[in-house]
């Protein structure tokens, strides 16, 4: 099924990682399985009226859908078709509503597929708590946080290989023959990777983002204490590129007490780093000290995960998965299909997501319109079922949710 492209609208362009935006972008959406068709349309509702809001008539998104997931695999036999492939290739930026991966089909991830189509080397989700929603901790008002993961590397590269495999035993004769190293007959093998320039790409893009939004720390989660030549070299090399590349906007932690009676230096960037079973700790009993946690990749996952459940609902929470010429922007849960298809699912996760694209698109004045509409509808404790439960209100559906965003938005200026 070949899709439509507006005559009108034009493509985004990267230069230097910089994004050149035109007017009337052209956007790509994918619908995703489950509740995503029902929350990534809500989601485009609520983009689309915040954008005629702030800017009226002279911006607008070009929206094209891509095929994927089950849609596609209804209407073409394939769960990423060739075509869509091309599209997201084209156009490099995306809206995604949560797609399955089935289990024991032989059917890869869509999501790792499309990130390393475009490179999207960094897993951005910014973690705030937002007052009126139930959290696990008493100080959950102090949460404002922005993780930055590593996409590429780790653990996440999937090179293992069962304990009774052939290329296990190769590998394990290797390690006592040429290495010295005793390894039981019953071991699996697991390859952890972690590269130079990739840690440095995504710690340049950390330090950046944190200089340019004033945000006051970056923060390295690492386990370099027991894993010294991977997750211990991610360190190293994160303040390499701090201490060389941004010398004018950055003091570390050590610095700080050394040179400066522990008073950070204002308007420097604090670049400090926390072993990761501590970072846990850390952003339960003293999370106004963290701000930009930057991580490898497993830990990214883990800290990601957590941080959400200390706001109390990661469906709240949407993501940016970002690159140097493009990024797919998401709700960061799955595809609830126990919820398809009844109107009931809260597609905030997908608007964040969306409110995250717009301001990397430098379209802010809209990406506030939708903060400030969410902040305003859960203070008025209008919220679908997920909330609506614990505040003890009626629940509104999907679409009467939106619809209130809507109307919201409006009454801004």
């Known amino acids: 099924m070949m899709q439509k492209i507006p005559e009108d609208g034009e493509v985004i362009k990267f230069e230097n990682g910089k994004w050149i935006v035109p007017k009337k972008p052209i956007i790509l959406y994918v619908e995703g399985d489950g509740i995503g068709h029902e929350i990534t349309h809500a989601a485009m509702k609520v983009i689309n009226k915040a954008v005629e809001k702030a800017y009226g008539s002279d911006r607008e998104i070009k929206w094209v859908e891509v095929l994927a997931g089950d849609k596609a695999e209804k209407l073409t036999g394939n769960r990423f078709p060739k075509e869509s492939e091309e599209l997201i290739e084209k156009y490099r930026v995306l809206l995604k509503g949560p797609l399955e991966t089935p289990i024991g089909k032989g059917w890869k991830s869509i999501n790792v597929a499309i990130r390393l189509m475009l ?53 394990r004769d290797f390690l006592r023959k040429e290495l010295g190293v005793e390894v039981e007959d019953d071991t699996g093998i697991g390859i952890k990777l972690i590269s130079r320039f990739k840690t440095q790409r995504i710690a ?23 894993m010294k030549y991977t997750e211990g070299a991610f360190r190293e090399w994160s303040y390499e590129v701090a201490t060389k590349e941004f010398r004018d906007y950055i003091v570390t932690e050590e610095e700080v007490t050394k040179n400066y009676n522990g008073v950070p230096p204002s308007g420097k960037v604090i670049i400090n780093d926390r072993i990761a079973d501590n970072m846990f700790q850390q952003i339960i009993i003293r999370p106004d000290e963290y701000d930009i946690i930057l991580a490898p990749n497993v830990n990214g996952d883990y800290i990601s995960d957590a941080a959400g459940a200390l706001v ?15 990024g797919m922007f998401e709700a960061i849960h799955g595809t609830a299909p126990k919820y398809a298809g009844k109107n009931v699912a809260n597609p905030t996760g997908i608007i964040k997501g969306g409110e995250l694209m717009l301001r990397f698109m430098g379209w802010d004045k809209a990406a506030e319109l939708i903060d400030s509409a969410i902040m305003e509808s859960i203070r008025q404790k209008k919220v679908t079922q997920d909330l609506a439960r614990f505040m003890g209100v009626r629940a509104l559906s999907t679409t009467e949710y939106t619809d209130e965003l809507i109307a919201i938005i409006d009454t801004l200026s």
Do not use: C, W
């Open 119 to 171: 490179d999207l080397y960094a897993n951005i989700r910014p973690v705030k708590y937002i007052p009126g929603i139930e959290s696990p901790i008493k100080n959950a008002d102090k949460i404002d946080l922005i993780i930055f993961r590593e996409n590429t590397d780790d653990l996440y590269r999937g090179i293992e290989y069962p304990y009774d495999s052939e290329q296990a035993k190769k590998i």
């Open 204 to 226: 340049r893009m950390a330090i950046k983002y944190a200089i340019d939004h004033k945000r006051k720390k970056v923060t390295i989660m690492h386990k370099g204490n027991v």
């Open 312 to 326: 109390g609902n990661i469906g709240m929470l949407g993501g940016a998965n970002i690159g140097d010429t493009g």
